[in-house]
């Protein structure tokens, strides 16, 4: 910015001070004819005093102004593009509350027929499915209004992350059978206990493996890891080998309302679970990364500081 001012100013001043040199010239030698009172080292030095603080002051003014302007323009930008975000976030989730609405309508109108009494557990079956959807995409959004507003409280206590992660494999299981995928689990056989909200991270670790799954080519593999790192940190997360995000989109992931892969999958999301996945991190001190190419999968890994673990037993370190 300050070289981009002294340039300007310089070729400016030359410039003003070329046109005073030149009018002297003129003024003294060729109308009045009086070479000997034409004094060209005087006249350079009066307009360099003049023009030099002059041009500064005007060029620093006329570049504030076209930076103030870019600002404003970048800002009208990011409101157009976070109002698009926003108005297609609304959009597809209005479609989202619809389908199952529809469906626990739907399946509630046959149940009062008396003609499909005989069908009438499965439908219970389906209204169940769609009512559990339903509150799902409810708690998604409590959850992300609570992140924004600062008032997400977490309940910390000792965590089995390895267990943890156990249940949510299980949890997640009949949606990996149903793509053809198998789940790995790689857990450090010596990986402690944490403090952690045990909700917050059955919701990080369900949402990506939800994720994983669903942009996951069927038939492969969904790995989920946990780990210590060498300084200390706990280490954990997923790993997958499908679609994978554009690099260029990777920074935008954990935005709201944004949606990347779900833009090349047959199935669509809500843009809401990377997002949460970020906020509970934060809530514990963490960090969340992510690596990605397209067709050859996604690694999100969540990083919790060293104090989070666990001090293990007085009697395990005796033994």
């Not at 002051?57 to 930008?77: E, H, I, M, P, T």
């Not at 698009?84 to 469906?103: D, G, I, Q, V, W």
């Not at 079956?125 to 509150?135: E, K, N, P, V």
């Not at 809530?283 to 104090?307: D, F, K, M, Y």
Request: hydrophobic share 45%.
């Amino acid at each position: 910015m300050l070289r981009e001012k002294i340039v300007t100013t310089l070729a400016w001043s030359a410039l003003c001070i070329a046109g005073a040199m030149l009018a002297d010239y003129g003024l003294t030698v060729l109308i009045l004819g009086d070479r000997a009172n034409y004094t060209p080292f005087s006249t350079l030095a009066i307009a360099a005093v003049v023009t030099l603080p002059t041009s500064y002051a005007l060029v620093s003014k006329g570049l504030d102004l076209r930076n103030a302007r870019d600002a404003l323009a970048a800002a009208r930008d990011a409101a157009i593009n976070a109002d698009t975000a926003k108005t297609k976030f609304f959009a597809n989730m209005s479609h989202e509350l619809r389908t199952p609405l529809n469906a626990i309508l739907g399946f509630s109108e046959l149940l009062a027929l008396d003609v499909f009494a005989p069908r009438r557990k499965e439908y219970a079956d389906l209204i169940h499915s769609a009512g559990d959807h339903l509150l799902s995409l409810v708690n998604d959004l409590l959850d992300l209004s609570r992140i924004e507003a600062g008032k997400l409280e977490l309940n910390f206590e000792p965590l089995d992350l390895a267990g943890t992660i156990d249940e949510c494999v299980e949890t997640i299981a009949p949606r990996a059978r149903g793509r053809r995928l198998h789940i790995v689990r790689d857990i450090d056989p010596h990986f402690p206990h944490i403090s952690a909200d045990k909700r917050a991270i059955k919701q990080i670790l369900l949402n990506l493996l939800t994720n994983a799954i669903k942009f996951s080519f069927p038939g492969g593999d969904v790995e989920v890891f946990a780990q210590v790192a060498a300084s200390g940190e706990i280490v954990f997360g997923v790993n997958d080998h499908g679609v994978g995000i554009a690099e260029d989109e990777q920074a935008h992931v954990f935005e709201r309302y944004a949606q990347t892969r779900q833009q090349s999958s047959a199935e669509k999301g809500t843009g809401l679970g990377l997002p949460i996945v970020k906020g509970l991190a934060e809530a514990h001190g963490g960090r969340v990364a992510i690596e990605s190419q397209l067709n050859r999968g996604t690694r999100v890994t969540i990083t919790l500081p060293a104090t989070r673990a666990e001090p293990l037993p007085a009697v395990a370190l005796a033994s």
